[in-house]
């Protein structure tokens, strides 16, 4: 089958369906028919709605409440469109936005209609600093479908620093869509907040379905780490996210995490289940360097009870010995 064509069954259909993930898990889920379906609103760098579907066989069935501390564009935020959850991010530009979406969606359309992605139109818009809300809201949508790459990179006076990306069409919003997101972010029970991802740690509880999706530990050609992104998301942010992620686990709720496929963040995550997918790097100006890069999901929860017993079951036959897998390394050799 190829991967659309799984991704209309997962979509569609209501029958259990079986999928199998590159890292050859074989997975039971349940097709959920009432995913919202709604693309994000903003373009993000590391957006994970092109690779949703390696993700949504990990999404739990049944969940209490939704979590997503590191939202960015909140691609699968809106694809699942959950009843009750707690959407966060750091970046407080980045909320803002959000919150006038919810509240004052026609304003920021109307402020959005007439403009066309020129160059002139975008160094202007670039400029202009509004105070009122729904208007600082439309010029960060503007500049974000108007620069280079969808990057949303303010440099240390927080002034938008991202160069015109001369986009292919005229085209700034589907309006549609749009409605849809800020319908979605209305819910009674969906709560925006700008704050560290550690803060969620006291909320959550049992049967929730956390989902991390950190910015990447980031690797250099094939020569393993040369950079690790310290100032945006340090090596320390790192193991403090992988201990929250424990520490929830062992609570009961469900968490899913993502990151680069790297050893030494697999071992941050020893014990998880393991899986790994690949998509091809979308950050790369040049697109003969736009490589595909692999990257990997931990999971952990009651959720994933059954599908740690077969990965357990497959290490013991493949290699005629008893034990646990408790490393995710361990299990990556033993799933290949
Ligand atoms: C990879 S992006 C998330 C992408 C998102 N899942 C999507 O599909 O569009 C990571 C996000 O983490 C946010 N972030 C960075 N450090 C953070 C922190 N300490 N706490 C919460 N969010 C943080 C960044 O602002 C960024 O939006």
């Given amino acids: 089958m190829t991967d659309s064509a799984i991704w209309c069954y997962v979509v569609k259909t209501r029958a259990v369906i079986v999928l199998r993930t590159e890292s050859t898990l074989t997975l039971e889920i349940p097709a959920d028919p009432v995913f919202a379906n709604i693309r994000p609103f903003l373009r993000w760098a590391g957006s994970k709605r092109k690779v949703i579907k390696h993700l949504l066989p990990f999404v739990p069935t049944r969940f209490d409440k939704y979590y997503e501390p590191f939202l960015g564009g909140g691609s699968l935020f809106f694809f699942l469109g959950p009843k009750r959850a707690e959407i966060s991010d ?11 979406v919810r509240n004052r969606p026609e304003e920021i359309l109307d402020n959005l209609r007439p403009l066309k992605p020129n160059k002139t139109t975008y ?40 160069p015109f990306g001369y986009p ?46 950190p910015p990447y530990v980031t690797s250099h050609n094939l020569n393993g780490f040369v950079d690790w992104n310290e100032c945006l998301f340090s090596w320390k942010d790192q193991v403090r996210l992988a201990k929250m992620a424990k520490r929830l686990a062992r609570r009961g709720a469900n968490v899913l995490i993502t990151n680069a496929n790297h050893a030494d963040v697999r071992e941050l995550y020893e014990g998880f289940i393991y899986s790994s997918f690949v998509r091809s790097s979308t950050l790369a100006s040049d697109k003969s360097r736009r490589v595909p890069t692999s990257e990997a999901i931990f999971l952990s929860g009651p959720a994933y009870a059954t599908l740690r017993s077969k990965a357990v079951a497959r290490g013991i036959r493949k290699n005629g010995r008893q034990g646990p897998v408790n490393s995710a390394e361990r299990y990556l050799a033993k799933s290949r």
Avoid: H
């Fill in 90 to 100: 750091m970046s407080g530009m980045l909320i803002d936005t959000y919150l006038a």
């Fill in 168 to 213: 292919k069409s005229d085209f700034i919003i589907d309006e549609g869509n749009f409605r849809r997101c800020a319908t979605q972010l209305r819910r009674r029970e969906v709560s925006i907040r700008q704050q560290d991802f550690e803060e969620i740690e006291d909320r959550v509880c049992a049967g929730d379905f956390v989902f991390l999706d």
């Fill in 123 to 162: 160094k202007q818009i670039k400029r202009a600093q509004p105070i009122d809300k729904a208007d600082a809201a439309s010029r960060i949508i503007f500049l974000n479908k108007a620069c280079w790459n969808g990057l949303f990179r303010v440099n240390s006076a927080g002034e938008f620093n991202v």
